[in-house]
C-alpha cells in the first residue's frame, strides 16, 4: 500500500511539473498542519449483528492526540482559468491498552474480561482533489469562493490484541467527496477561511470533514494561520459499524512558490 502511494504522488508531481513548465503563471502552495485532537467517540462493532459487541475505542486509547496534515497543491487552469488540483494526506490513529472490564466479541474473536487488551485503530485517507473558482463577479477583491471534488483513499485497520487472542480487521478503498472553500480577506495581510469535504452515505453514515481559520501573510510567499476543525464520519450494514466524531484546533504555515 506504502508503495503505491509514493508511486501516486511521483506521477502526480511529475503532471503537475510538466502543466507547470507549459504555464509560467501557476503556482505550488505546501501546507504543513498541526491538529491537536479530541475524539469525543469512536464506537466500532463488528459484525453489526448480535454476534459482535460495541465498544468505544477511547475507553482503550484515549481521547486526546496530536495529528498533523500535509498538502501540495498546483494552479492548473484545467477546464477553468484559476483551476487547482490538490493532494492532502490526512492520517488518524489512536492505540492503547486497558484491562477489558468485559467480554467483547470482534470479527469472529472473543476478548475475555480482566486481561490486557491493545486496541488499534487506523483510518489514513489520501485525498485529490480538483477545485475551480466560482461566483467570481462576487467582490472579487474580498471573497473567493471555490468547488470541486475529492477522490479519497481510504486505509483503515482496526486491530485487538489479547494473550491467546487476535484480530485484525484491514480496509482499503475509494470514497468520493464534494469540495467547497470560502475566504473572506480581511486587509492588513489577514483572511478568513472555511473549507469542507462531504459526502453522505446511508444509514447516517459517510463523512464530513469542515475547517474554518483564520490566515496571517508574513510575506506574500508565506503565511501562518490557526483555527478549528471537526470531523464526523462512519458506516453501518449488516457486516459492520463504525461512527467516529472529532474536533480539533489547528495551526500551520503555507509556503506558496
Same mark, same amino acid.
Given at each position: 500500500?506504502?508503495?503505491?502511494?509514493?508511486?501516486?504522488?511521483?506521477?502526480?508531481?511529475?503532471?503537475?511539473?510538466?502543466?507547470?513548465?507549459?504555464?509560467?503563471?501557476?503556482?505550488?502552495?505546501?501546507?504543513?498542519?498541526?491538529?491537536?485532537?479530541?475524539?469525543?467517540?469512536?464506537?466500532?462493532?463488528? $459484525?453489526?449483528? *448480535?454476534?459482535?459487541? /460495541?465498544?468505544?475505542?477511547?475507553?482503550?486509547?484515549?481521547? !486526546?492526540?496530536?495529528?498533523?496534515?500535509?498538502?501540495?497543491?498546483?494552479?492548473? !487552469?484545467?477546464?477553468?482559468?484559476? *483551476?487547482?488540483?490538490?493532494?492532502?494526506?490526512?492520517?488518524?490513529?489512536? *492505540?492503547?491498552?486497558?484491562?477489558?472490564?468485559?467480554?467483547?466479541?470482534?470479527?469472529?474473536?472473543?476478548?475475555?474480561?480482566?486481561?490486557?487488551?491493545?486496541?488499534?485503530?487506523?483510518?489514513?485517507?489520501?485525498?485529490?482533489?480538483?477545485?475551480? $473558482?466560482?461566483?467570481?463577479?462576487?467582490?472579487?477583491?474580498?471573497?473567493?469562493?471555490?468547488?470541486?471534488?475529492?477522490?479519497?483513499? /481510504?486505509?483503515?485497520?482496526?486491530? %485487538?490484541?489479547?494473550?491467546?487472542? /487476535?484480530? !485484525?480487521?484491514? !480496509?482499503?478503498?475509494?470514497?468520493?467527496?464534494?469540495?467547497?472553500?470560502?475566504?473572506?480577506?480581511? #486587509?492588513?495581510?489577514?483572511?478568513?477561511?472555511?473549507?469542507?469535504?462531504?459526502?453522505?452515505? $446511508?444509514? #447516517?453514515?459517510?463523512?464530513?470533514?469542515?475547517?474554518?481559520?483564520?490566515?496571517?501573510?508574513?510575506? $506574500?510567499?508565506?503565511? %501562518?494561520?490557526?483555527?478549528? /476543525?471537526?470531523?464526523?464520519?462512519?458506516?453501518?450494514?449488516?457486516?459492520?459499524?463504525?461512527?467516529?466524531?472529532?474536533?480539533?484546533?489547528?495551526?500551520?504555515?503555507?509556503?506558496?512558490?
Amino acid at each position: 500500500m506504502s508503495r503505491l502511494i509514493r508511486a501516486a504522488v511521483i506521477v502526480l508531481c511529475l503532471a503537475l511539473q510538466a502543466r507547470a513548465d507549459a504555464t509560467a503563471v501557476d503556482h505550488w502552495i505546501v501546507q504543513l498542519e498541526v491538529n491537536p485532537t479530541q475524539t469525543t467517540s469512536n464506537t466500532l462493532q463488528k $459484525p453489526n449483528n *448480535s454476534t459482535g459487541t /460495541r465498544f468505544d475505542v477511547g475507553d482503550y486509547a484515549g481521547e !486526546n492526540s496530536t495529528l498533523g496534515r500535509f498538502s501540495l497543491a498546483r494552479t492548473v !487552469n484545467w477546464g477553468r482559468e484559476g *483551476s487547482e488540483l490538490r493532494f492532502n494526506v490526512v492520517p488518524f490513529q489512536q *492505540s492503547g491498552t486497558q484491562i477489558a472490564t468485559s467480554t467483547i466479541r470482534y470479527d469472529g474473536v472473543t476478548f475475555q474480561p480482566g486481561l490486557p487488551l491493545t486496541v488499534l485503530y487506523q483510518f489514513n485517507t489520501y485525498r485529490l482533489t480538483y477545485d475551480l $473558482p466560482v461566483w467570481r463577479d462576487v467582490k472579487p477583491a474580498v471573497w473567493e469562493f471555490r468547488v470541486g471534488g475529492t477522490l479519497a483513499l /481510504r486505509d483503515a485497520q482496526t486491530r %485487538l490484541t489479547q494473550p491467546g487472542a /487476535r484480530a !485484525n480487521y484491514i !480496509n482499503y478503498g475509494p470514497v468520493p467527496l464534494f469540495y467547497a472553500f470560502a475566504a473572506r480577506r480581511l #486587509g492588513h495581510g489577514w483572511q478568513l477561511e472555511a473549507d469542507v469535504d462531504a459526502f453522505p452515505a $446511508p444509514g #447516517g453514515g459517510g463523512l464530513l470533514d469542515t475547517s474554518a481559520r483564520a490566515v496571517w501573510s508574513l510575506t $506574500p510567499r508565506s503565511a %501562518l494561520f490557526i483555527g478549528v /476543525r471537526y470531523e464526523v464520519g462512519g458506516a453501518e450494514d449488516d457486516s459492520i459499524y463504525t461512527f467516529l466524531h472529532q474536533r480539533s484546533a489547528l495551526a500551520g504555515v503555507r509556503f506558496t512558490f
